[in-house]
Nanobody, 116 residues
Framework: QVQLVESGGGLVQPGGSLRLSCAAS????????MSWYRQAPGKERELVAA????????NHADSEKSRFTISRDNAKNTVYLQMNSLKPEDTAVYYC?????????WGRGTQVTVSS
């Protein structure tokens, strides 16, 4: 059974940091490219960052390049998103996603709220 379980979300003040984790099971994690997406209320889901199966290459949305960092640990079947200098506009549900060829899996998301 494929599972992607996000954790690490919560309420943080502007300027703060959070580290999201996504634990994967039920598939060969090291074969899959991994991504983080987010969806704010009333908005479409958007790509935040992506990382190749080996972790050798990453891609971050322009607006987050200097603040967010995606990484993975294939030994732990986990992908991370380090988020620094958080802004109120970063408030959203954050989802991790796994992709390999035509296979695509999604987690249920974790809420991140940036507010004073």
């Amino acid at each position: 059974q494929v599972q992607l379980v996000e954790s690490g979300g919560g309420l943080v003040q502007p300027g703060g940091s959070l580290r999201l984790s996504c634990a994967a099971s039920g598939f060969i994690f090291s074969n899959y490219a991994m991504s983080w997406y987010r969806q704010a209320p009333g908005k479409e889901r958007e790509l935040v960052a992506a990382i190749t199966s080996t972790g050798g290459s990453t891609n971050h949305a322009d607006s987050e390049k200097s603040r967010f960092t995606i990484s993975r640990d294939n030994a732990k079947n986990t992908v991370y998103l380090q988020m620094n200098s958080l802004k109120p506009e970063d408030t959203a549900v954050y989802y991790c996603s796994a992709r390999y060829g035509f296979d695509r899996y999604w987690g249920r998301g974790t809420q991140v709220t940036v507010s004073s």
